[in-house]
């Protein structure tokens, strides 16, 4: 069993599920409502958030915590994978270099000079408990050569990032410092994957995520770069999936050693009135690569006006406690904006009870 993460603000219990506050905060609900359903952690993208409202706004504030009222742990992601999608829907947008990154607002035109540095630096501005290094992603089916240059800046970018952070640690002695994960890169090729996490954890890091994104265009997990990354890392390094948060997705990458996730999939879901739930005889149950332990709802389905019962028998979220699923139906049906709400702590609550079930022993 993975150890406990320590941080600053709290001890995370592995595995987690950390729900995406991109812009610092989780859309339709509070943070009261996360801590209430069990959420310990969150995770901000120090990218949008410089974009708006500002580092600056936040750090007057006293820092992304109290912000956005939450007192739990919280990473904020560099926005290296932001950065690269946005430019790549559109070259105008801006250009990645091999020391920086230039970004252009499309709705202002003001310009964003995106270092290593700066980015380490705009996280300990908003106070964030998780650093994340500034990465190049690139697409998985990128040609050789261009995954190679993005490795080798993902890797002399983590140890400019490892440099700034050591010297911001120095310099302002304020207390228990923060932590500092790296990224991964290296698309499809198994070489790359290796040469990457090896060179990173020679560097060394609190924790690593990977990188890109491991999905086949039916949204099926590609096991073998999990794998790949996961066998080249330090074992008792924490290892955060990014951006993976399918249920099924999650078991299998959990079971390849992945303690930590992040994914902006049950939020959405929830919002577009599709919910998860265990299917019978999963109630209580670990589940393992390939379990088929749960189904989708769709509750704008017209079967679900009539439908009486909670979305799901015993669980304990405020939409199933309190209200049945024809309730549900019916809040989307009318507009009312409870619905997206009810449906998010669903969601949420549904990735809580599956990871207190992954941390119990087989």
Same mark, same amino acid.
């Given at each position: 069993m993975a150890e406990p993460l320590d941080t600053r603000r709290g001890t995370l219990a592995v595995p987690t599920f950390l729900p995406d506050a991109t812009r610092a905060g989780v859309r339709g609900v509070s943070s009261e409502d996360l801590r209430a359903i069990g959420i310990e952690g969150v995770v901000v993208n120090a990218f949008h958030l410089l974009r708006r409202p500002g580092a600056r706004v936040v750090q007057a504030a006293g820092g992304i915590h109290r912000f956005m009222d939450w007192d739990g742990p919280i990473l904020s992601d560099s926005g290296g994978f932001q950065v690269w999608s946005l430019i790549r829907q559109d070259p105008n947008r801006g250009i990645i270099r091999d020391n920086e990154v230039i970004f252009r607002e499309p709705s202002t035109g003001e310009k964003w000079n995106l270092t290593p540095e700066r980015v380490v630096g705009l996280q300990f501005q908003l106070g964030s408990d998780i650093v994340v290094c500034l990465d190049d992603c690139t697409d998985a089916e990128a040609p050789e050569a261009e995954q190679e240059r993005s490795v080798e800046r993902t890797v002399r970018w983590a140890r400019r990032s490892r440099e700034e952070f050591d010297r911001q640690v120095r310099q302002r002695r304020d207390g228990v410092p923060p932590r500092i994960f790296a990224v991964v890169q290296g698309g499809g090729s198994e070489a790359l994957r290796r040469q990457c996490a090896s060179a990173l954890a020679?560097?060394?890091?609190?924790?690593?995520?990977?990188?890109?994104?491991? &999905?086949? !265009? *039916?949204?099926? #997990?590609? !096991?073998? +770069?999990? /794998?790949?990354?996961?066998?080249? &890392?330090? @074992?008792?390094? @924490?290892?955060? !999936?990014?951006?993976?948060?399918? @249920?099924?997705?999650?078991?299998?990458?959990?079971?390849?050693?992945?303690?930590?996730? *992040? $994914? !902006?999939? +049950?939020?959405?879901?929830?919002?577009?009135?599709? #919910?998860? %739930?265990?299917?019978?005889?999963?109630?209580? /149950?670990? +589940?393992? +690569?390939?379990?088929?332990?749960?189904? %989708?709802?769709?509750?704008? *389905?017209?079967?679900?006006?009539?439908?009486?019962?909670?979305?799901?028998?015993? $669980? *304990? $979220? @405020?939409? $199933?406690?309190?209200?049945?699923?024809?309730? &549900?139906?019916?809040?989307?049906?009318?507009?009312? #904006?409870?619905?997206?709400?009810?449906?998010? #702590?669903?969601?949420?609550?549904?990735?809580?009870?599956l990871f207190q079930r992954l941390r119990s022993a087989a």
């Open positions: 020679e560097i060394g890091f609190d924790g690593y995520g990977f990188g890109g994104w491991p &999905l086949d !265009a *039916d949204a099926g #997990l590609l !096991a073998d +770069p999990l /794998r790949w990354v996961a066998d080249a &890392l330090p @074992p008792e390094a @924490p290892k955060h !999936a990014l951006g993976i948060g399918r @249920p099924d997705h999650v078991v299998t990458a959990h079971a390849l050693g992945y303690s930590m996730f *992040d $994914c !902006a999939l +049950p939020t959405r879901d929830a919002r577009h009135g599709r #919910l998860y %739930a265990f299917r019978s005889g999963w109630e209580e /149950r670990r +589940p393992e +690569p390939g379990d088929p332990f749960y189904r %989708a709802v769709r509750i704008h *389905d017209p079967e679900h006006r009539v439908a009486h019962a909670p979305i799901e028998e015993g $669980c *304990d $979220c @405020p939409a $199933c406690s309190r209200h049945s699923a024809a309730y &549900l139906h019916h809040l989307f049906k009318v507009g009312d #904006l409870s619905a997206e709400r009810l449906a998010t #702590l669903h969601n949420l609550r549904f990735y809580v009870r």
